[in-house]
């Protein structure tokens, strides 16, 4: 995809969502930069919402309620092809006061911040397709309810990429985005030669830094190095769903320059066979909504940005999160 195309992409979906969080601005937002069959697949309890007319009477105007002085502050933002598509992969933080109740969670009143991460695909101008995620355990949190056990991993604030280039304004070489997706898939792949017994058996100092760095969702956590990633992450995910299989024909993938992006509504399908996050195991079929950023660099994966919509997860078990206290 031409680099002036890329940046156009973006361009687009950063000026519908600054018009979308400006009072007054809706209506001409949706006008100049929505499809009007604009589809939005969101985070649970959003789920979907069909058109651009009801995109905003049902999520933006609730949001803008809920939070009036709402800003977003993007870190990432990469643009790329699949399938023939343009897509936008952006992730960040959404800052604002929470002062009215939002998603039956009752306001806190004071500043929050909800990491979001969010792939649009963009045809002629238009932003057609949103895929959305919210780290709703961390809302929550912030409003002083522990909808989950604590997280084994760092709970603190989640920064940009170390290198500062997330995001991306200048071309990036094809050979290079090209480099950087074939070593995000070879990990993917290799994640399955797990023997079910030894993480050893997947390789994956192959694919990682030393000293790389995992960004999970609130509830999981975020870890430092391959051995924290592996205790705090893997090990626990792999006990809970070792029948998981993903690659589902809606999965997007795109890659600009050192960075990779992958969405998947669903990523995964599996059984829940084990407890996770302080759940039991049910032996249910369940699946997972995610979406995740890369970063390369050199001949290893830097950073892993992860998003997990853990309400939809445990709404399959039949537990709503936004009820626990």
Known sequence: MPADENQAAKETVRSLWQALLQEGEVAAALDSYAAPDLRLQAFHPVNEVQGADALA???????????????????????????????????????????????GIPACGHSVHMRFGEFCRVAKGRVCEIMLLLDLVSLLRQCGRQAL???????????????????????????????????VLAMIDALNDYDGNNLVSMGMTRFWA?????????????????????????????????????GTEDTVWIAEGPYVACAGFPVLHMRHLGPYLGH???????????????????????ENWVFVDLPHFFDQLDVDLRQRQ
């Open 210 to 246: 030393e000293d790389m760095r995992w960004y999970g969702p609130a509830g999981i956590g975020s870890t430092v190095a391959l051995a924290g990633f592996e205790e705090h992450h893997q090990v626990p995910f792999l006990r809970a769903f070792p029948d998981r299989v993903g």
């Open 149 to 183: 056990p604590p997280e084994s991993g760092d709970t603190r604030w989640i920064p940009g990429p170390r290198a500062g280039d997330g995001l991306r304004q200048s071309s990036s070489d094809p050979a290079d985005s090209a480099r950087s997706l074939e070593l």
């Open 280 to 302: 039991p195991a049910t032996c249910r079929p369940v699946t997972m909504r995610g979406i995740d950023w890369w970063r390369r660099d050199g001949d290893r994966l830097a």
């Open 57 to 103: 009477r049902d999520f933006v105007a609730p949001l803008r309620q809920a939070f009036p002085d709402l800003q977003r502050r993007p870190y990432i933002s990469i643009a790329g092809r699949h399938r023939g598509s343009t897509w936008v992969a952006t992730t960040g933080d959404f800052i604002g006061s929470f002062v009215k109740g939002w998603l």
